[in-house]
């Protein structure tokens, strides 16, 4: 294996660098569909896009933009061999402004972190992979075998369309990885599974909560007897539901505490039988759901009030050797047996697990880079978390940092240590990458 590079940018260019992702992160690009036909995903989302591209144009990459605006990409190198990086422009909303110490798309640079939605997920981590790249162009260490292509999705929060239109027009690249995840790195992910559950109404009651459904609600509007109240809780990524304090459960509590009549109607029995007690496993539902990637996990992510019912939307990361149809199966009984009918389920969609063989080249080669970069013996993870990984056979989800469950909460930050750590460690990955033969 080549020998590591020990590489510490100089002050100038590591303020340029820490600038640019500020600036990214100040573009609101939450993804939106349907919007306007000129941009899929939305003004803003290709906004960010054009701030990624128009970098790499300064840096001397080649780039190219799709022509109807649903994704672009910045290579170095002119070989037939791709070196893919699946990057992301998208975030999720801001979620709770209150909860915010700064606002979420003013980022604020501190002395040791950048503050501001995306600084993770994943604005900073593409910002610091274009300057990994610059460093391998600028060094001339980019083999005449290979290119390397930095691909930017902008709806990866949602639908991941985006980058499944490049991969339509293009196809994979020969291997990739994403810097979308966790260190070390991530070998498994479990199955996205999101489902809207239908509840009778109460008479008197209303809950309305949460943007998206892979984030944990950090308020919720109750409205109870002709009063109205804010319940905050403490919002996060929706894959690790345990990390946040989640609002809508919260109001669900008070109201079963506060009016016994409650407690038999649907939608407080439910809650309060499967989520009351700090455990996102659903037990009662999915017996025995857990294998090498971890247990079952639930993110009770929206709630919304209409004339009739409820709608809860739910994000469930599911262990890999279990299949749609056996959860949609499992739900679908539960609700029978417990409800009679009175609660209906809808499956709104699902993203495929991922697992990749920790014994091959392509997780070989990145983990004794990481290893080696930090002097650390650390192993492959399983997460609940759900990347481009997924997409594509020969690819990993590979830093940027070990503080994923930021990434959907208030006060989303990027520290200087791991921006600056991420940066040598993904130098070395491209460089080493380049030995790869399948």
């Known amino acids: 294996m080549k020998e590591y590079i020990k590489y510490q940018q100089d002050k100038d260019e590591f303020k340029s660098m820490i600038n640019h992702i500020a600036n990214l992160c100040a573009i609101p690009s939450v993804s939106i569909e349907g ?32 022509v109807q605006n649903r994704y672009g990409f910045a290579e170095i190198g002119s070989g037939d061999k791709i070196i893919g990086i699946l990057a992301h422009l998208d975030v999720v909303p801001a979620g709770d402004e209150s909860q915010w110490n700064t606002s979420a798309f003013v980022p604020v640079i501190t002395d040791d972190a950048v503050i501001c939605r995306g600084s993770l997920d994943d604005k900073g981590p593409s910002i610091i992979n274009l300057y990994a790249m610059k460093y391998i162009l600028d060094n001339n260490l980019i083999s005449s075998e290979w290119k390397i292509r930095i691909i930017f999705g902008i709806s990866e929060e949602t639908t991941m369309k985006s980058m499944k239109y490049y991969l339509a027009d293009f196809g994979a690249p020969y291997i990739s990885y994403t810097p979308d995840g966790e260190w070390p790195l991530i070998y498994a992910e479990k199955m996205v599974y999101h489902v809207n559950l239908e509840f009778p109404k109460i008479e008197g009651v209303s809950l309305d909560a949460g943007d998206v459904v892979n984030q944990i609600p950090d308020s919720v509007i109750l409205k109870y007897q002709n009063k109205q109240m804010t319940i905050k809780g403490i919002g996060g990524h929706g894959s690790t539901p345990e990390k946040g304090d989640n609002a809508v459960i919260k109001a669900i509590k008070m109201l079963y505490n506060i009016d016994s009549k409650l407690r038999e109607k649907p939608l407080i029995k439910f809650v309060m039988d499967n989520l009351s007690k700090g455990n996102y496993e659903l037990n009662n539902i999915f017996k025995n759901y857990a294998d090498f990637s971890g247990n079952l996990s639930a993110n009770l992510g929206m709630v919304r009030t209409y004339q009739d019912k409820y709608i809860m939307s739910f994000d469930l990361r599911v262990p890999v050797t279990h299949s749609v149809g056996e959860v949609t199966d499992t739900l679908l009984n539960y609700l029978e047996d417990h409800f009679e009918g009175d609660v209906k389920m809808h499956l709104v969609g ?28 650390e192993v492959p993870l399983a997460i609940g978390g759900g990347t481009y990984a997924r997409l594509i056979d020969s690819c990993v989800a590979f830093g940027s940092t070990k503080y994923m469950h930021l990434m959907h909460g208030p006060n989303e930050y990027f520290t200087f240590k791991e921006i600056k750590e991420s940066l040598e460690i993904y130098i070395n990955a491209l460089n080493r990458l380049q030995d790869y033969d399948k």
Request: aromatic share 14%; net charge negative.
């Open 350 to 377: 699902s993203k495929n697990p991922k697992y990749i063989d920790i014994q091959s080249k392509l997780v070989t080669i990145l983990m004794e880079t990481f290893n080696e970069a930090l002097n650390v013996k």
């Open 35 to 66: 919007e306007s036909e000129d941009y899929p995903f939305g003004k803003e989302a290709n906004n960010a896009l054009d701030y990624a591209l128009n970098l790499a144009k300064e840096f001397g990459f080649n780039t190219y933009k799709d």
